[in-house]
C-alpha cells in the first residue's frame, strides 16, 4: 500500500457533497492526484511499490453480478444505478443509529478529505490506487455498544436500478461482514473514489468496502446499511457455496479454493503468473489479528 502526498488541493475544490456530485464529470476530468489527501498518522502503513493497474483495466473488468455475471457486465450495465442522492442506514448495537447521508456518515468531511491513496492488490489481481477513509474513524464516531462484536455491511437492493437482482444468481441483497477488530484495522477502508476520482458505478458507487489483505468478495459495493451486531454475520458468498467460501476470506496461497490453486495469481494484463502473498502482502500489519486461529479452517 502506498499512500502519496497530492502535488496540489486547492480550497476550490473541496465542496460539499450535493454540489460534488454534480460536479462529477468535471471532477473526472481532473485526472490523477487531484483529490489525494496525506493523513501523516497512516504514512507508515506503505508497504509495497507496484506498477499500478490501468484505468480501463479497473474499471472494465469487474465482478457485480447486481449487472450480470460477465465480467464486462459492470461497465455495460451499471449506468442504471443512481449513486445520488444516498443514504446510509445505520442499525443494530450502536449508540447513534439512523440515516445518514454520505456527508453525515464521514462526519462532514467533503470528498476531497475522505481520499487517501492505498495500493492493493485485488483478487485476480489488480492494483488499484483506491481513494478511501479509514472505516475505524467512521465507526469510532457511530460509537458501537460493548456488544458489537461484527459489522454487517448490505448493498442496495433495487432490480430496476440494479437488473440482476430479477434473476436469483445470488440470494439478494448481497451481504458481508468484517469481525470488530477487522473493521477497526487502519487498512480497511470505505473507498468513494478510485484513482483520485469519483467511484464510477460499476466499481461500487457511491460508497464500498475493501480490505486490502482479503479476497475481493469482502469488497462490497454500494452499500447501504451498517448493522453492529453480535453474532457473525452470514455473508453472500458463503450462504451460497459455504464448502467454497468461508467468513474470513483472508488471502493465504498455502489453502486452496476446491476448484483451484490459490498459490499464484495472474496479475490483469501481466502474461506471467506470481506467488500470492500472506495476506496479500499486509501480512506485516495484519497477522496479529488472527494469532492462534486456525486459517486452514477459518478460511
Ligand atoms: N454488491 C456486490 N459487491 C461485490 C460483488 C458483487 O457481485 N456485488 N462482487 C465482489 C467480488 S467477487 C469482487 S472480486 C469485487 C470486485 O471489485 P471491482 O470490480 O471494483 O474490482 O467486488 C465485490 N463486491
Ligand atoms: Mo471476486
Known sequence: MLIRRSPDIRSSEITDESLYWRRRDWLASLGFGAAAVVMPRLAHAVSRQEETNTWDEVTGYNNFYEFGTGKDDPR???????????????????ARPGRYDLAKLFGGLSWEERVYRFRCVEAWSMVVPWNGYPLREVIKRLEPTSNAKFVEFTTLYDPEQMPGQRRSILPWPYIEGLRMDEAMHPLTLLVTGVFGKVLPNQNGAPVRLIVPWKYGFKGIKSIVRIRFVEDQPVNTWK???????GFYANVNPDVDHPRWSQATERRLGKLRRQPTLPFNGYADQVADLYRGMDLRVNY
Open 76 to 94: 455495460k450495465y451499471a449506468g442504471t444505478l443512481r449513486p445520488y442522492p444516498w443514504t446510509v442506514s445505520v442499525e443494530g448495537e450502536v
Open 239 to 245: 450462504a451460497s457455496a459455504s464448502h467454497e467460501y
